[in-house]
């Protein structure tokens, strides 16, 4: 029988980041020597204590279904940490739903707020699931440009600017995948206090909170008082500063009757999380030992990020970058490199990748192609081969005046 969309796919498109890491997986697999610095995810281990967690669990028996909200004490263990990363504050494990990785909770909020006539707005460059969710919600994204002088990163006008009758939601991302950017406290405060003057729901991705380069972890939604968050969604997990990506455990924070709503929807799609997966988080939340192991993890991104920043000052001194101050990816502008419009980054990348065997991302996955994403989650040794090669290609690339 011939496949036809049904008119809730209309719009969705496959995820280009994974596209690009299964490519260089497969030119690895046909012995290539690809530098693969597309992937979304750190290159270390899950802490060992988190693992053994999962597998003792598994051992134990703890492999029926699990409350499809997550275990009393993976919300518990979260809820904790999440009130140590804001001084204490109270956090309600009530509130919080244990989903498959962030991404189910993201989709859980889109699904339970938005609808057909709604627009939700995201600031760009997105990280490419946020349009494909509010598309699969039936509701629009609108795209609000990032300001290249600031970060990418948008202000309170910016954002007025795109606001219209229709607006119901904002998506923040801080810090932020693709630019590493992190908003302040004050900026954060500045636009939790305009979408709630707006009735618009804000829903603040902070899944890479603990990655932050300045100090302690980036500022939250949580920093600020309990009437932001009766209006927010906060989305979380074990993914990035634990290592925990193929675990699958995330969560939203929500008002209670949003996650009440978001719960029903969760027990009819996946009915929850991967019951192990949630002991292996559970003791990820809360083992001191851990901790000091993801303090390891984020200092050996700060250093990686000062390596590259190092090297892109020192060797491409024309070449415009976002100096990251979380998460692990380096955005850089590549347009006056390639003055071929339209397919810059999408170009650049194919031929850096022919060339010279480097994969990274090109920026149209993200919503602007004049720039390119590179993941500083790889060993030391392969950030600085893939530089030698990056460095090697732009010089012969020709970008004139711009390269040393
Ligand atoms: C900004 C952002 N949010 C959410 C996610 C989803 O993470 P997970 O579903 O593993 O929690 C990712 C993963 O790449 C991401 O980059």
């Not at 703890?62 to 263990?77: C, D, F, I, Q």
């Not at 009130?83 to 989709?107: C, H, T, W, Y």
């Not at 290592?243 to 924070?253: D, E, V």
Request: net charge negative.
């Amino acid at each position: 029988m011939t496949f036809t969309r049904s008119a809730n796919l209309a719009n969705l498109k496959s995820s280009e980041t994974v596209a690009i890491s299964t490519e260089a997986k497969r030119r690895r697999a046909a012995g290539e020597n690809v530098l693969d610095l597309g992937a979304g995810e750190p290159d270390f281990d899950t802490p060992q204590r988190a693992a053994d967690a999962g597998i003792a669990a598994i051992r134990a028996g703890k492999t029926r279904y699990a409350p499809n909200v997550g275990t009393s004490e993976l919300r518990s263990a979260m809820a904790g940490a999440l009130s140590r990363m804001s001084g204490g504050r109270p956090v309600d494990p009530e509130r919080l739903i244990v989903s498959n990785g962030s991404k189910q909770a993201l989709f859980n909020a889109c699904f339970a707020l938005f609808g057909p006539g709604d627009r939700v707005l995201i600031p760009s460059p997105a990280w490419v699931s946020y349009p494909q969710i509010v598309h699969l919600a039936r509701a629009e994204p609108v795209p609000v440009p990032g300001d290249p002088e600031w970060g990418l990163k948008v202000s309170v006008a910016d954002l007025e600017r795109f606001r219209d009758k229709h607006t119901r939601g904002l998506i923040l991302c801080s810090p932020c995948n693709p630019t590493g950017a992190v908003y302040t406290g004050a900026e954060m405060a500045a636009i939790a206090e305009w979408a709630g003057t707006h009735g618009i729901w804000l829903l603040s991705d902070e899944i890479y909170r603990r990655i932050h380069f300045g100090e302690g972890p980036a500022p939250s939604l949580f920093d600020l008082d309990d009437t932001v968050l009766d209006r927010s969604v906060v989305f979380y997990g074990a993914s990035k500063a634990y290592a925990m990506t193929g675990w699958r455990i995330g969560a939203s924070y929500a008002p209670i009757e949003l996650t009440r709503a978001m719960a029903a929807l969760q027990s009819h799609t996946t009915t929850g999380a991967n019951h192990p997966a949630m002991w292996a988080a559970t003791t990820a939340f809360s083992d001191p030992e851990i901790d000091v192991e993801v303090e390891r993890m984020v200092a050996a991104f700060r250093r990686r990020r000062d390596y590259l920043v190092a090297r892109f000052q020192d060797q491409l001194p024309g070449v415009e970058f976002v100096e990251p101050h979380g998460a692990f990816y380096f955005f850089f502008r590549v347009d006056a490199m390639v003055p071929d419009a339209g397919l810059v980054g999408a170009a650049f990348c194919e031929q850096l990748m022919q060339q010279e065997g480097v994969a990274l991302v090109p920026g149209g996955a993200f919503g602007d192609d004049r720039w390119v994403r590179l993941s500083f989650a790889v060993s030391d040794a392969e950030l600085e081969a893939a530089c030698d090669r990056l460095v090697q290609f732009v010089v012969r690339l020709g970008a004139g005046a711009a390269v040393r």
